[in-house]
Structure formats: structure tokens, C-alpha cells
């Protein structure tokens, strides 16, 4: 079913693979202050979809519902498969082993040298503990990011971006199906910002993920995207591809491409 937004252009909607999370008429209070009031969300395989809005939208709740992480007030949320609302503990961890959380402050242990910040999540979600396995993952992992040089390293001698490209290889090296960027250019210059955006695209190339990619950063969006919902008034009220958007010159949307 097409999300009822109010303005979605489907550009090639023929090409698209299956639908890996779909979020319908998702509806989210706190207290008397309505974040989302008809959220509807369809990501396909092999997507990168970014969610753009301002500060406050309600882009991290939206992600947050679709994780299991907050409950919805009414809404139907399906994920991979499973019905995301009415899991138990244990489907829920079944389904967070597939899908890798990058955070927007990277979440690194600073007592952990970068080698065993990777091999954190081996040992806890994997039970791997391996040497040579946990080797392998690692410079695996690191190779993907480019940063193979800095595995003995330890948090505090990584510069921001440096700490972003190894917070996502610790989430990569679970080889999730789906991952999801939170400001994944948030407090970075401009060369590194398009170095991370390129991460994000060869992520998607290499491995094959569905990405939802969460920003208020145009750039970001424009480089990272293969299609853009906007996130306004609690509703997802326009979508389509970055040129299909800016073409449409939506009011919601002219400060992002004014900017
Ligand atoms: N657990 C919570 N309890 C109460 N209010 C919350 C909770 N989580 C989020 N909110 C509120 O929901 C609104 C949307 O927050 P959210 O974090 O989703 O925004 P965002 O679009 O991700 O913004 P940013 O880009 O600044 O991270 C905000 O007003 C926030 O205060």
C-alpha cells in the first residue's frame, strides 16, 4: 500500500525491491504535545531513504517506534517481517541484531581501544570469541571505513570523523540488513561530511542494506539519498527524490534548499 503523504512522487517504482520496514498511520503523543500524527513509512531493499525535518520533528521518535524502542499510541509498524508493536523480549533482540544503529555521537567506549570496540558486539551478540575470527571481523570491518591504521588506537586519538567511520564499523560488523544513520554528518566540516556520505553509499553497494539516513543536513540528503521523505507537523508531507523535491520547491521544504 502507497503511504498517504501529501505529495509522493514515485519516480521508478518498478525497479524498487521489496519493502523491508513499512510504518502506517503511526501516531505519537507525549503528554499533550503530538510528535506524530499520521507517520506513514516505506523503505524498499537496497534503499537509501533519508528522513529530513527540523530539530524537534519528531525524525529520532519516528526511528525510535520502528525499533521497539517506544511504543506507539496507534499505528501498525512492520519490520523485516515482524509486527514491531506486539513483539516479546525476545523477538525484539532477534530483530535489533539486524538492523545497526549508528548514533549521532558515535558511542564509543573511551576505556576501549578501537580493536575492542569492534569486538564488543562479536562477543556480546555473537558469542565469538575466536581470536583469529575476531581478527578477521575486525580488519574486515576497519578495511570497509578505511581506517585499518587506526585499530590500536583508542577513542580519544580519533578526530569526529575518524569516530564516526569507526562507530559505523562497529555497526557494520554485525552485517545488519538495515542501518540507520542518526545526523550522520552532525559537527563535521564539509570535506569530512561528503567522506562519510560516500561511506554510507559504498555501505549500501557493498552489502547490499536498506538505510534510513536521518538529517537536517541538505547536503547529506542530497548525496546519501536515493529518495527523501520530509518529516513536518508530525507527518510525512512530501517525498521524492532530491531533484523531484527541489523541483517541487514545497514551503516545508525551501529552507533546507535555501539554506
Ligand atoms: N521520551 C520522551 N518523552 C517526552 N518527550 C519526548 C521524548 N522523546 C522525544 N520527545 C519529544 O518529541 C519531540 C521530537 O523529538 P525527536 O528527538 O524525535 O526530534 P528530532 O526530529 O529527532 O530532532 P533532532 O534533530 O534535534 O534530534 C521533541 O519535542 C522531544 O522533546
Known amino acids: 500500500m502507497r503511504p498517504q503523504t501529501d505529495t509522493i512522487i514515485d519516480s521508478k517504482p518498478d525497479t524498487r525491491g521489496k519493502v523491508v520496514v ?10 499533550d504535545r503530538d510528535v506524530l500524527t499520521d507517520f506513514n513509512l516505506q523503505l524498499f ?5 533519508v528522513i529530513l525535518g527540523k530539530s524537534g520533528s519528531g525524525k529520532s521518535v519516528a526511528i ?8 506507539p499510541d496507534s499505528g501498525s509498524i512492520n519490520v523485516l517481517g515482524y509486527d514491531v508493536p506486539n513483539l516479546s523480549n ?7 541484531l539486524q ?3 549508528s548514533f549521532q555521537l558515535s558511542a564509543l567506549y573511551d576505556s576501549m581501544s578501537v580493536r575492542e570496540n569492534l569486538e564488543f558486539p562479536l562477543k556480546r551478540n555473537l558469542g565469538i570469541y575466536d581470536r583469529q575470527q575476531l ?11 578505511g581506517l585499518e591504521s587506526a585499530r590500536d588506537m583508542n577513542p580519544a586519538e580519533l578526530s569526529g570523523g575518524m569516530k564516526k567511520r569507526i562507530g559505523i564499523a562497529r555497526t557494520l560488523i554485525l552485517n545488519p540488513k538495515i542501518m540507520l544513520y542518526d545526523e550522520p554528518t552532525a559537527g563535521l ?11 554510507i553509499l559504498r555501505v549500501r553497494d557493498k552489502y547490499n542494506t536498506s538505510s534510513i539516513i536521518i538529517t537536517h543536513d541538505i547536503s547529506c540528503a542530497r548525496q546519501t539519498s ?10 510525512n508531507k512530501v517525498g521524492g527524490t532530491f531533484d523531484e523535491l527541489k523541483k517541487q520547491n514545497a514551503p516545508d521544504l525551501q529552507p533546507f534548499f535555501n539554506y
Open 189 to 199: 566540516d564539509p570535506v569530512t561530511s561528503g567522506e562519510i556520505n560516500e561511506l
Open 45 to 49: 531493499e537496497r534503499e537509501n531513504l
Open 99 to 101: 538492523i545497526g544503529f
Open 135 to 145: 581478527n578477521e571481523k575486525v580488519m574486515s570491518a576497519l578495511q570497509d571505513v
Open 22 to 31: 513499512e510504518m502506517q498511520h503511526v501516531h505519537k503523543s507525549f503528554g
Open 90 to 96: 525476545k523477538e525484539l533482540n532477534e530483530l535489533r
Open 226 to 235: 536515493d529518495r527523501i521523505v520530509g518529516l513536518f507537523d508530525g507527518r
Open 64 to 71: 525510535k517506534i520502528m525499533v521497539g524502542l517506544l511504543k
